[in-house]
């Protein structure tokens, strides 16, 4: 089936990010003392790599499996939104160690407690629907 | 009798991955998905959850064909399924985070009593049994509820912002990165010496 491979594309992401510690709380932790340069190398070469990849895509312009040409839709120009945002994100994130993909591993290693971080999370999205006309974006 | 070079490759598996390995794979992933035709975001899925759940009765935001975004769903549980496999067949000789000795010293002033080399992967409050003790909730539903609620507000996580919105060089991303940094900071900071 067709949506099948999307499965074998989250267990490639889930054992890369268990595998490089990146689902570490003390990872993460680490990260925000500036004490190891292992997260920052994780996105920095992630995000070069990601830009090879974009500009290769663009400059070839590149077809999906889908037939279409792969375009990159450009996000709102704003800076509250992302900022406030952002914030409220980073502070969740450091707190619990976890960002949304290392919740789904750690709930597939074992950690049956991220189940309620999990239903807190949609909690806290559903919150951001019901509030989102009264926010600054 | 499991051939010997399948015991060779779970081994070389099985080590800690450096980070220069994960990064590309990290692009790689957000590749395949390119590919495919749709976008590396994993947090989208929270809000896919809550339309499935019927959230569109109380807010428009949730009135969207979520159906169609079922794909990100199934790299949801494709993420679930690896973080089994790597922890049930790939976990080698230890669980244990490779943190710097800097972060061990770090960690023992915050009360955690972890010798380098022995900082578990993941901390003791990720357990049911703390769920019921003040900061262990604090932790769990304070800290899930804050992602849910920035992740959306921000427009993006670390995989939508990080990760695929900087390799695009889009700006509001990166001001989403600094949001980021600016919270993590203060949390591990200002708020960890109270909480711990």
Known sequence: MKISRYIFVGILLGVTLYKAE??????????????????????FSAVIAGMGIVYLIKRTHMKSTEGQEIVFHPKDRSVPRYLIGGIIFGLGWSLA???????????????????????????????YGLLRSRLPH | ???????????????????WVAGPMIALIMFILLFFGK????SANLRIMCAADGAGEFSDF????WQSQGWNLMV???????????SHYFLGSSDVAHVSAATVESLKKLGFTYEQGEVPLV?????????FTLRGLIIIVGGGFLVGFGARYAGGCTSGHAISG??????????????????GLIMTHLIFPILF
């Open chain 2, 166 to 183: 900087l390799s695009a060089l889009q700006l509001p991303s990166l001001i989403a990165v600094v949001g980021f940094f600016i919270g």
């Open chain 2, 39 to 42: 976008e590396f975001g994993i």
């Open chain 1, 97 to 127: 160690g976890v960002c949304p993909g290392p919740m789904f591993i750690l709930m597939g290693s074992g950690y049956t407690v991220f189940i309620v971080f999990l239903a807190a999370a949609m909690f806290g999205t559903f919150t």
């Open chain 2, 76 to 86: 949801a549980l494709g993420a679930m399924f690896g973080g089994y496999i790597a």
């Open chain 1, 22 to 43: 990146a689902v570490s709380w003390f990872r993460i932790f680490e990260m925000f003392h500036f004490q190891s340069f292992h997260m920052y190398g994780i996105i």
């Open chain 2, 1 to 19: 009798m499991v051939p010997d070079f399948l015991i060779q490759i779970k081994d070389f598996i099985s080590q800690p991955w450096p980070w």
């Open chain 2, 62 to 65: 949730f009135k969207f064909d």
């Open chain 2, 123 to 131: 901390p003791e409050f990720y357990s049911w049994d703390s769920l």
